[in-house]
């Protein structure tokens, strides 16, 4: 699982000072009730957008066959979608920030590796406090 | 909805969604190998053959090919992934039986031909080079290394010039008769397709396809995690920080999924909303997850 994000060059620490603020932030608190509704029905209308495309079907059900052995009908990937809640959601991130965190940073010359390190230390350092 | 699987004999899957409201017709083959199967000294073979299979079989020129799928008005392309490679086409209804027949000789009939593999080289060192001057890529390829050191998920896909070198038409032989084997492969089609007529041409066209074992993977990911960055000189900065998320079949994929959505996808107002206040920046969250549990 990734974050991926940008800006420029002389932003950067307070790229990295946000990014890690809102996910230390959010394995705390956790998500609002508004924010998981959001996020559901952006991936519900995801899928359902992508069943209707018949380049997107032919290939969801390809991947679905060889990641899965199976094909997953759309109510059952709605009902998984639908049972997911705020709890969950912050559950799976703070088991997530309790393991090795991944930073890599490009762009910044130099201090491009210094930045993942902090990101890194700086996660840990949540994590273990 | 009118989803339809069959088995063949030699252990294919067709798989096929009748849209009856459709004109059209996407369908392909996919195959249950990607980046994540190459071995370390042949880095990028996966992608290499994928571009090979578009120069030439016994009955087709490469030229043959485009201007078969043209002809129709067709499109026909290949894509590398870590976990599968696909060969798909999109056509208009009446044409499926021709978009399959092109598909089943480029997967089965492909000749290497030395010189059009030289020349595909060259083309593939350019796409590294392009990816290398792409900070998306290159932040990637960087923390996708880091968390999975030494591992052929740590590695790109489309591989490092050094170890593109050693490709050879025999290698590539050999990894397609080892690796595009009836049980590791998909036939798909969604569109105006019939189930019997797709089931039927797939047992025509695709019976040569070997009813063997997919090889085994080797050792099962094991995500490390850790820190990486380049002075490259970008323009802009990248940041990617990552953790190791749950597989396809864990019961908390969706839970990844929804997660996902909210830090990237303008759920979460407030990370939006400091961002812009110090400034401006991108942010998106991709779960990356990998299909650990089923043997492919």
């Given at each position: 699982?990734?974050?991926?994000?940008?800006?420029?060059?002389?932003?950067?620490?307070?790229?990295?000072?946000?990014?890690?603020?809102?996910?230390?932030?959010?394995?705390?608190?956790?998500p609002?009730?508004?924010?998981?509704?959001?996020?559901?029905?952006?991936?519900?209308?995801?899928?359902?957008?992508?069943?209707?495309?018949?380049?997107?079907?032919?290939?969801?059900?390809?991947?679905?066959?060889?990641?899965?052995?199976?094909?997953?009908?759309?109510?059952?990937?709605?009902?998984?979608?639908?049972?997911?809640?705020?709890?969950?959601?912050?559950?799976?991130?703070?088991?997530?920030?309790?393991?090795?965190?991944?930073?890599?940073?490009v762009?910044?010359?130099?201090?491009?590796?210094?930045?993942?390190?902090?990101?890194?230390?700086?996660?840990?350092?949540a994590?273990?406090? | 909805?009118?989803t339809?699987?069959?088995?063949?004999?030699?252990?294919?899957?067709?798989?096929?969604?009748?849209?009856?409201?459709?004109?059209?017709?996407?369908?392909?083959?996919?195959?249950?190998?990607?980046?994540?199967?190459?071995?370390?000294?042949e880095?990028?073979?996966?992608?290499?053959?994928?571009?090979?299979?578009?120069?030439?079989?016994?009955?087709?020129?490469?030229?043959?090919?485009?201007?078969?799928?043209?002809?129709?008005?067709?499109?026909?392309?290949?894509?590398?992934?870590?976990?599968?490679?696909?060969?798909?086409?999109?056509?208009?209804?009446?044409?499926?039986?021709?978009?399959?027949?092109?598909?089943?000789?480029?997967?089965?009939?492909?000749?290497?031909?030395?010189?059009?593999?030289?020349?595909?080289?060259?083309?593939?060192?350019?796409?590294?080079?392009?990816?290398?001057?792409?900070?998306?890529?290159?932040?990637?390829?960087?923390?996708?290394?880091?968390?999975?050191?030494?591992?052929?998920?740590?590695?790109?896909?489309?591989?490092?010039?050094?170890?593109?070198?050693?490709?050879?038409?025999?290698?590539?032989?050999?990894?397609?008769?080892?690796?595009?084997?009836?049980?590791?492969?998909?036939?798909?089609?969604?569109?105006?397709?019939?189930?019997?007529?797709?089931?039927?041409?797939?047992?025509?066209?695709?019976?040569?396809l070997?009813?063997?074992?997919v090889?085994?993977?080797?050792?099962?990911?094991?995500?490390?995690?850790?820190?990486?960055?380049?002075?490259?000189?970008?323009?802009?900065?990248?940041?990617?920080?990552?953790?190791?998320?749950?597989?396809?079949?864990?019961?908390?994929?969706?839970?990844?999924?929804?997660?996902?959505?909210?830090?990237?996808?303008?759920?979460?107002?407030?990370?939006?909303?400091?961002?812009?206040?110090?400034g401006?920046?991108?942010?998106?969250?991709?779960?990356?997850?990998?299909?650990s549990?089923?043997?492919?």
């Amino acid at each position: 699982m990734t974050v991926h994000s940008a800006t420029t060059p002389e932003l950067a620490p307070q790229l990295l000072e946000v990014i890690t603020d809102e996910l230390v932030r959010l394995a705390a608190e956790g998500p609002s009730e508004k924010e998981v509704s959001r996020s559901k029905a952006q991936l519900k209308a995801g899928l359902m957008m992508g069943l209707e495309s018949s380049a997107a079907r032919a290939e969801q059900m390809a991947r679905q066959h060889i990641c899965r052995g199976r094909l997953i009908d759309k109510e059952e990937l709605v009902a998984k979608v639908d049972a997911v809640n705020a709890e969950d959601v912050r559950q799976l991130l703070a088991s997530m920030l309790c393991g090795e965190p991944t930073a890599a940073v490009v762009g910044a010359g130099e201090r491009s590796k210094d930045y993942a390190q902090s990101v890194s230390e700086a996660l840990r350092a949540a994590a273990a406090g | 909805m009118t989803t339809h699987v069959s088995t063949l004999a030699n252990g294919l899957r067709v798989v096929t969604h009748e849209m009856a409201h459709l004109e059209t017709t996407s369908l392909g083959a996919w195959v249950g190998v990607g980046a994540r199967h190459d071995p370390a000294s042949e880095n990028g073979i996966a992608h290499f053959l994928e571009h090979m299979a578009f120069k030439g079989t016994a009955r087709r020129s490469a030229q043959d090919i485009a201007e078969e799928i043209e002809g129709v008005g067709g499109d026909l392309n290949a894509a590398t992934s870590l976990e599968t490679t696909a060969y798909y086409a999109r056509v208009l209804k009446g044409d499926e039986a021709m978009a399959l027949d092109i598909l089943s000789d480029i997967l089965q009939y492909s000749e290497f031909d030395e010189a059009e593999l030289q020349r595909e080289r060259d083309v593939i060192l350019q796409e590294i080079a392009a990816s290398r001057d792409c900070p998306d890529d290159v932040v990637y390829d960087l923390a996708q290394e880091a968390a999975y050191p030494g591992q052929p998920l740590g590695r790109t896909i489309l591989g490092t010039p050094e170890t593109v070198e050693t490709i050879t038409p025999d290698g590539l032989r050999a990894y397609l008769g080892e690796r595009y084997v009836a049980p590791g492969m998909v036939v798909s089609a969604a569109g105006a397709v019939e189930h019997g007529r797709i089931v039927e041409l797939a047992g025509e066209l695709f019976g040569g396809l070997k009813n063997v074992g997919v090889p085994s993977n080797g050792s099962r990911a094991l995500y490390k995690g850790g820190v990486a960055g380049s002075s490259y000189p970008f323009e802009q900065c990248h940041l990617i920080v990552g953790f190791e998320g749950p597989s396809y079949c864990d019961p908390a994929y969706f839970a990844a999924q929804v997660l996902s959505g909210l830090l990237g996808g303008g759920c979460r107002r407030g990370c939006s909303r400091r961002c812009a206040k110090s400034g401006g920046c991108a942010i998106r969250s991709i779960p990356r997850s990998t299909a650990s549990a089923i043997p492919a």
